[in-house]
């Protein structure tokens, strides 16, 4: 054999790291998967040893190539096959492995085993993702970002397939080709990749009032979240969890970030996408590289059968969500995301989510939604997957073994022996035997249906606004006008006036001042009296009227927990700053500042004129990790400047330190300088703004240090980083009365 199997990985991850390392099944188990090229030789895929892989078979050495040679056609062929289809949603993402442990035994709700032992670590994979671009576009696009967890338990994989938002565009799983069509860039001429600011988005959302509360979600900073491991995650839909007894409840899942929620600005966004378009892959992965590893709560809030119909939406809406004031989300479980997948397409390209990869104690509703999930994930890994084998690759298999009489199909991996591929059968014994549900067979909540069969909406689903209203009301100010900005800029760009005016109608029904703010921007009026039917949604035969939103107040008129403004501000754990400096630096205030910021647990970057080494004042040498050509301002959540008369002079002439710092304070980072270094912040865009002391709290306040003492800077400047922006800086927007 000339492959090794060896766990791959163990070199790579740093000594202090080692330990919280997952040591379990499904790691041996995927690392048997894992090839280690190093000290072996090169050899075919029939396992030939190869001699030359510089040179093709040639008639003499200026040719022509022979067709005999089989090492380059092998080669040739294999490359020309390296691409599978892309997911026709969610293209883009990224992965890391993981483990998952739940605080106590849920019991009493559920039996699945991996929800009863505090003492136990289930293996995860998790991919994340963003919806409409392609493999290759920006991290940083305005989208949903997928949060998709495959739990490898020892009944079986769960599938978690959740997004950072609790809600969707639709009701009814007939209308997503519809929506994804219309997101997606427009059919004639491939424009815009990875962005819903065009056309066909808006006038499918004008005409479609149920996905109301989800464009809230959409147009608000959640769509441009600062890391996957600074956003939520939710399952979306109402679930059932069952226990032992076979009673069930309903659940929402949720999964809250222990490094709080926060996004960046939208300008930023944009930047970034240029700058470097695998942002949010690249935090990821070297975070967990550096042992920051990703933390986020599983949360559940779980409703009892009988209050199925006491709240004033229905469960089975995926357009809702339940209010954490009705229900509150308790914390039951940890997931550590510690391991960098070995190869990006075995593993995260390959993996295959599914609604309907459940376990015992975890079951459906009927959300039409949901339904038609069910069947959607099967079916599109059979296009991605190249057919029904896809459960043998390494990541989609679960770390129990598989028995069953299912045979053969493209790339079948498993050898099955014998003669009995049926049941019943009395050449095999009858095995595999089906599982009693004593023994953690699978058995399907019975739930009483009776009814006509129809195609037709619940009226209970006909309450579109107030939660999206409940959603832009409990924004604190800076999060409003940044969801009018957003929704400025997208019906900004849409070219069809009658789009834009539709959208306004839907926009007033949610708040007349949201609508008022987005049509001063567009320069164009709310419709006096929205366009009717303003669902267009509608069969054939079916009569508008019956077709229309109906107008409910929500029970809850602000929530705590739809504000970003009122997460976990605590740490500034794996944030990335820079250092401006210049030949003549300040080495010692750079030092005792850095290190403060190292030992507080963030990345910290020096940035100069050019790279390699800087002479500090004292000739002491700093080496620069970038220059202003490779590094911009938006890739980081803070900036300092250290003083050193020659430095702040060289970097005050710079232009590119200036726009560093104009940039950092637009998208209202914290900055701090030493007092000597005030020239530098005197050149910006903001020098009349600087603050006239260091007090905690006008820092706390401004996000601006400055001061002539390292230590203390380095402390009130972590503080302010924690702070995450400080939105107040902006203008208030423009809005009439
Ligand atoms: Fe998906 N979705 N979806 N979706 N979805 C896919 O499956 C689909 C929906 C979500 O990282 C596809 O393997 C339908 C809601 C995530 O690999 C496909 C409907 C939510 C991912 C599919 C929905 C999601 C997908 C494309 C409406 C949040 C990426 C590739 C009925 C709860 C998983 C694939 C990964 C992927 C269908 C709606 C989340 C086509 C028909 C709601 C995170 O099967």
Request: aromatic fraction near 8%; glycine fraction near 6%; include cysteine.
């Amino acid at each position: 054999m000339a492959m090794k199997n060896k766990p791959a990985k163990q070199a790579a991850v740093p000594a202090k790291e080692k330990a919280a390392q997952p040591d379990n099944e499904k790691t041996e188990k995927l690392a048997l998967h894992t090839t280690e090229d190093s000290g072996q030789l090169m050899t075919t895929n029939t396992g030939t040893r190869i001699n030359d892989d510089q040179n093709s078979l040639k008639a003499g050495e200026r040719g022509s190539t022979l067709l005999e040679d089989f090492i380059l056609r092998e080669k040739i062929t294999h490359f020309d096959h390296e691409r599978i289809p892309e997911r026709v949603v969610h293209a883009r993402g990224s992965a890391a492995h993981g483990v998952f442990q739940v605080y106590e035994s849920l019991s009493a709700v559920t039996k699945a085993k991996f929800l009863q032992d505090p003492s136990k670590e289930t293996p995860v994979f998790v991919r994340f993702s963003t919806v409409a671009g392609s493999r290759g576009s920006t991290d940083l696009a305005r989208d949903v970002r997928g949060f998709a967890v495959k739990f490898y338990t020892e009944e079986g994989n769960f599938d978690l397939v959740g997004n950072n938002m609790p809600v969707f565009f639709i009701q009814d799983a007939i209308k997503f080709p519809d929506l994804v069509h219309a997101v997606k860039p427009e059919p004639d001429n491939e424009m815009p990749q990875a962005a819903s600011a065009h056309d066909t988005f808006w006038d499918f959302i004008s005409q479609m009032p149920e996905s109301a509360h989800m464009i809230m979600w959409l147009m608000s900073d959640r769509a441009i979240p600062r890391s996957f491991r600074m956003m939520e995650g939710f399952g979306v839909h109402t679930f059932r969890l069952i226990n032992e007894e076979g009673k069930s409840s309903f659940v929402k899942f949720h999964w809250k970030p222990l490094l709080g929620v926060h996004s960046v600005a939208w300008d930023e966004a944009q930047n970034i996408s240029g700058k470097d378009p695998d942002f949010h892959r690249r935090d990821l992965w070297d975070a967990i590289e550096a042992g920051a590893f990703a933390e986020f709560e599983l949360g559940l809030q779980i409703v009892p059968e009988e209050d199925e119909f006491k709240f004033e939406f229905d469960l089975l809406d995926p357009t809702k969500i339940i209010p954490e004031e009705l229900v509150p989300v308790q914390r039951v479980g940890k997931l550590t995301l510690n391991r960098n997948p070995d190869n990006f397409f075995a593993e995260t390209e390959q993996v295959a989510f599914h609604v309907g990869h459940v376990v015992p104690g975890i079951d459906f509703t009927n959300d039409p939604l949901l339904q038609g999930r069910l069947f959607s994930y099967t079916d599109t890994q059979l296009i991605r997957l190249g057919g029904p084998n896809f459960q043998e690759i390494p990541i989609n298999r679960p770390i129990v073994p598989v028995h069953n009489n299912q045979r053969d199909g493209y790339m079948r991996q498993t050898i099955n022996r014998g003669k009995s591929s049926y049941n019943p059968n009395s050449t095999g014994n009858n095995d595999p035997a089906q599982a009693k549900a004593a023994e953690g067979g699978f058995t399907s909540y019975p739930e009483r249906i009776e009814a006509r069969k129809v195609r037709a909406r619940s009226k209970s689903f006909f309450d579109h606004f107030s939660q999206a209203r409940l959603f832009f009301n409990s924004q604190s100010e800076p999060e409003k006008n940044h969801l009018i900005d957003a929704l400025s800029f997208e019906l900004g760009k849409v070219n069809d006036l009658n789009i834009r005016e539709r959208m306004l109608g839907i926009l007033a029904q949610i708040d007349k001042g949201l609508a008022a703010g987005v049509a001063y921007a567009i320069g164009v009026s709310v419709p006096q009296t929205p366009e009717q039917p303003m669902n267009r949604s509608i069969p054939a035969d079916g009569d508008p009227a019956d077709f229309q939103p109906v107008q409910v107040e929500s029970s809850v008129a602000k929530s705590e927990a739809l504000s970003m403004a009122n997460t976990i501000k605590d740490s500034i754990k794996s944030r990335k700053i820079a250092i401006l400096a210049a030949d003549g630096v300040d080495t010692k205030s750079l030092s005792t500042v850095k290190e403060a910021l190292l030992a507080a647990g963030a990345v910290v970057e020096v940035i100069a004129p050019k790279q390699g080494p800087v002479i500090g004042k004292d000739d002491e040498q700093v080496m620069a990790n970038h220059s202003f050509l490779t590094a911009a301002s938006v890739l980081y959540d803070a900036v300092f400047v250290p003083g050193g008369i020659n430095s702040v002079a060289s970097l005050e002439a710079e232009a590119d330190a200036v726009h560093f710092l104009n940039e950092a304070f637009k998208h209202c980072k914290a900055i701090a300088a030493d007092e000597e270094a005030l020239q530098v912040l005197e050149a910006t865009y903001f020098s009349k703004k600087l603050p006239s002391d260091d007090n905690d709290d006008t820092v706390l306040k401004e996000g601006i240090v400055i001061s002539n003492d390292a230590a203390s800077l380095a402390k009130k400047f972590i503080a302010a980083i924690a702070q995450h922006r400080f939105w107040e800086r902006e203008k208030p927007r423009k809005v009439p009365a």
